[in-house]
């Protein structure tokens, strides 16, 4: 996970950073040097790879950047969607997630494990993702592509902050350099 995570959320940053370039959109030297420390940021925070990590496969890397893409995806189309169209663009892409996902279980329903749902936890878990969907296209109609999908792929650094208040992880030293660094980028892109 210290190489997919990172991956992943490379991808989903530099695909809309191109399609915003792509679009007109102009980075000052701040962005871009933010740009540039974010990425450092997210592959620091992931603790980046190990003495104990394995090298992962192949399907790995191929599911790592597909989520990248798919995400990228996602944040573009987000994007796209005309300023008058209100919620519908998060009502449609909730519409078409859940019909893949209840697709997905249901062909792959013999070989999920079939401990019953934590509800609360499942209730939880979507409505935080509709609030940061929301928080996303409320900034995307905001500001600029590139920025925000940039700021947006930062979420690892919201994931170890969170094990650490909640699970009580200890940080390791690179992870702590790697939320400086994410502070700083987001400091630099709102300089623009």
Same mark, same amino acid.
Not at 12 to 25: D, K, N, Y
């Given at each position: 996970?210290? %190489?997919?995570? &990172?991956?992943?959320?490379?991808?989903?940053?530099?695909? &809309?950073?191109?399609?915003?370039?792509?679009?007109? =959109?102009?980075?000052?030297?701040?962005?871009?040097? @933010?740009?540039?420390?974010? +990425?450092?940021? %997210?592959?620091?925070? @992931?603790? @980046?790879?190990?003495? =104990? #990590?394995?090298? &992962? !496969?192949?399907?790995?890397? *191929?599911?790592? %950047?597909?989520?990248?893409? $798919?995400?990228?995806?996602?944040?573009?189309?987000?994007?796209? $969607?005309?300023?008058? #169209? @209100?919620?519908?663009p998060l009502l449609a892409g909730s519409v078409v997630? #859940?019909?893949?996902?209840?697709?997905? +279980?249901?062909?792959?329903?013999?070989?999920?494990?079939?401990? &019953?749902?934590?509800?609360?936890?499942?209730? !939880?878990?979507?409505?935080?993702?509709?609030?940061?969907?929301?928080?996303?296209?409320?900034?995307?109609?905001?500001?600029?592509?590139?920025?925000?999908?940039? %700021?947006?792929?930062?979420?690892?650094?919201?994931? +170890?902050?969170?094990?650490? *208040?909640?699970?009580? =992880?200890?940080?390791?030293?690179?992870?702590?350099?790697?939320?400086?660094?994410?502070?700083?980028? +987001?400091?630099?892109?709102?300089?623009?």
């Amino acid at each position: 996970m210290s %190489i997919l995570s &990172p991956l992943t959320a490379v991808i989903s940053a530099v695909i &809309p950073v191109g399609v915003g370039l792509l679009e007109g =959109e102009r980075l000052g030297t701040p962005a871009v040097s @933010g740009l540039l420390i974010a +990425v450092l940021a %997210i592959v620091l925070v @992931g603790g @980046g790879p190990s003495a =104990e #990590s394995s090298r &992962p !496969g192949r399907v790995a890397l *191929v599911l790592a %950047i597909g989520a990248g893409a $798919a995400i990228a995806a996602q944040l573009i189309c987000l994007h796209q $969607a005309p300023a008058g #169209s @209100g919620l519908a663009p998060l009502l449609a892409g909730s519409v078409v997630s #859940s019909s893949v996902l209840l697709g997905a +279980v249901m062909t792959l329903r013999r070989r999920i494990d079939t401990t &019953p749902p934590r509800w609360a936890l499942a209730i !939880g878990s979507g409505a935080l993702s509709a609030l940061a969907n929301l928080a996303f296209l409320l900034a995307v109609r905001s500001g600029d592509l590139s920025i925000v999908a940039v %700021i947006t792929a930062l979420y690892p650094g919201v994931t +170890v902050v969170l094990a650490r *208040v909640v699970l009580g =992880e200890r940080l390791r030293p690179v992870q702590v350099a790697g939320l400086a660094a994410a502070a700083l980028a +987001v400091s630099l892109l709102a300089l623009g």
